[in-house]
């Protein structure tokens, strides 16, 4: 199946500083990308959908300026975590959608975020 | 409506045993039914899927059952191995992203 890389896969940072995570689709062009919180033992939130040069689409109660998200390029999309705080610890998961319209979702690895 | 509910929470099942998850949904507007297996620290890995107009899809011991009219699929592990151990999430599309069940938690006893 398709190869999607996230970068950092762990974070540690102090609160207060902000943290930049990268999403990119290896092998394919991916107009769209997703970006999930996982927290322990339980199952994926969806936090904002990402399209390829517009502005990423929130979901409900998800702060657009903590988490902002930048989809500049087919192939990659970022999520930067603003002013982080140790709640914002969390393990971040992003995945991409190839241009086809099958529904088929390929996911990273997952990055595990700690705010001391 | 946008719920996919998942059941059980959890799943112990001895080797070569048959481990069965189950999941359903409200809204008929779903067109792509995925199964993914996650283990710890790790992103989720498709496993399988299926389309609303096919009952049944195979592939390996990995088996999918729909029903469309009850709004339910399931997924059926045969010959379930220690190696199977992981969260399983079944998801729905729909509006162009992916709702996912809770999740159920499988432990398979050698």
């Known amino acids: 199946g398709a190869v999607v890389s996230q970068h950092p896969s762990r974070v540690i940072c102090k609160s207060g500083t902000s943290v930049k995570i990268e999403c990119r689709s290896l092998d394919f062009q991916a107009t769209t990308m997703f970006w999930y919180r996982q927290f322990p033992k339980k199952s994926l939130m969806l936090m904002a959908t990402s399209n390829e040069g517009s502005k990423a689409t929130y979901e409900q109660g998800v702060e657009k300026d903590k988490f902002l998200i930048n989809h500049a390029s087919l192939t990659l999309s970022t999520l930067t975590v603003t002013s982080a705080h140790p709640e914002d610890s969390s393990f971040y998961i992003c995945?991409?959608?190839?241009?086809?319209?099958?529904?088929?979702?390929?996911f990273g690895e997952g990055s595990r975020l700690t705010v001391l | 409506q946008q719920q996919v509910k998942q059941s059980p929470q959890s799943l112990i099942v001895q080797k070569g045993g048959i481990s069965i998850i189950n999941c359903a949904y409200e809204n008929t507007a779903f067109d792509y039914f995925p199964w993914y297996q996650q283990f710890p620290g790790k992103g989720p890995a498709l496993l399988i899927a299926?389309?609303?107009?096919?009952s049944e899809k195979k592939e390996g011991r990995f088996t999918i059952s729909f029903n469309k009219s009850a709004k339910q699929f399931s997924l059926h592990i045969m010959d379930s191995q220690p190696g199977d151990s992981a969260t399983y999430f079944c998801?729905?599309?729909?509006?162009?992203?992916?709702?996912f069940g809770q999740g159920t938690i499988l432990t398979v006893h050698p």
């Open positions: 995945s991409a959608k190839p241009g086809t319209n099958t529904g088929e979702l390929f």
């Open positions: 998801a729905a599309n729909g509006y162009g992203k992916l709702t």
């Open positions: 299926i389309r609303p107009d096919v």
